[in-house]
């Protein structure tokens, strides 16, 4: 392993989390490194603790000790921000308002590790030397580093050193990104990447407003430009798919006419809605908006795998495979 020497000049990234032995984000077997910091806001959303782009404070009840601690309850913890409920259970709640500048000092107070910071500051070099630790195995599974988020584009300039340096130690690149971002951000980052996985939520204008909270004539011209202006980096569209909001033939079709006329656009996959983030709402004091939304079908995610197949020439063996 090649452990670099710090450059004091080289940009720092608000880092939300590494996570190893990924195999659905990009070839092979990789690392994902998630940055904080998201231009949207789907309501749909898995990774709530990504949005905010410094680091904030979470909360799990389930580890706290209660009435027998009480040491969130002092200084030098803010007056009011915890406290508990006369009558009510042995945990401490929480004035998410007060407690919003609670730091990483503050957090690391608690002994039961029911306060936990999500987020830090961390050198291009950090990173890359956890992700380089499993080289081998990137080698031998043709995989490598995905950056994620959040959003990549809302920190191109860490985002383009770490890719810049992964290729420098003969890593692979991938990144996911929404593109709801500048041009200027694209143009930083994507000259480092080999694969582009891309979300393309709504086609809609209005309805990519309602359910992101922004319209999409910004996301789908970068991502035009972008497939034009990088032709040698693959691109794989994607779609979280959630019944009653894009989990339908229309949108399928829409994408498809809209990444097909691109060569370098070597894929579309569908990611079914779930709902394995829902516990982070609470950690975080925030509401979660889709309550009442399903997963998709195991029938219509076959019926809409199957338009998308076709469109890409897979049949038999090949499109039951996915490839």
Not at 179 to 202: G, I
Not at 211 to 233: C, Q, S
């Amino acid at each position: 392993m090649s452990s670099q020497p710090v450059n004091p000049s080289a940009p720092t990234g608000i880092v939300l989390n590494i996570q190893r032995y990924c195999s659905h984000d990009g070839p092979g077997i990789r690392t994902n490194v998630f940055l904080k910091g998201c231009s949207l806001r789907c309501k749909w959303c898995g990774n709530p603790e990504s949005i905010a782009k410094k680091p904030e404070m979470s909360y799990d009840a389930q580890k706290c000790s209660g009435r027998q601690c009480g040491i969130c309850l002092k200084p030098p913890f803010p007056e009011g921000a915890f406290y508990f409920v006369d009558g009510g259970e042995d945990r401490v709640k929480v004035n998410w308002h007060l407690a919003s500048d609670c730091d990483e000092a503050l957090v690391a107070l608690c002994p039961t590790g029911a306060l936990e910071m999500f987020g830090k500051t961390m050198t291009v070099d950090e990173v890359l030397d956890e992700v380089e630790k499993d080289s081998s195995i990137y080698r031998s599974t043709g995989g490598g580093m995905t950056i994620s988020g959040g959003e990549v584009m809302l920190q191109p300039d860490f985002a383009a050193a770490l890719l810049k340096g992964a290729h420098e130690r003969g890593i692979n690149t991938a990144i996911e990104t929404a593109c709801n971002a500048p041009w200027a951000n694209l143009e930083k980052v994507l000259p480092h990447v080999d694969t582009m996985l891309h979300d393309h939520k709504l086609t809609v204008p209005e309805r990519h407003k309602k359910w992101t909270g922004v319209e999409n004539k910004r996301i789908l011209e970068n991502f035009k430009r972008a497939y034009e202006t990088f032709p040698d980096v693959d691109f794989i569209a994607r779609t979280p798919l959630i019944p009653g909001v894009n989990a339908d033939e229309e949108h399928i079709r829409a994408v498809l006419a809209f990444i097909r006329p691109y060569k370098n656009v070597i894929d579309y996959e569908l990611l079914p809605y779930h709902r394995f983030g829902l516990g982070k709402y609470e950690s975080l004091g925030v509401v979660y908006e889709l309550d009442d939304y399903k997963t998709p079908s195991d029938d219509l995610v076959r019926h809409l795998q199957a338009i998308i197949d076709e469109a890409f020439g897979r049949t038999g063996p090949a499109a039951a495979a996915g490839k």
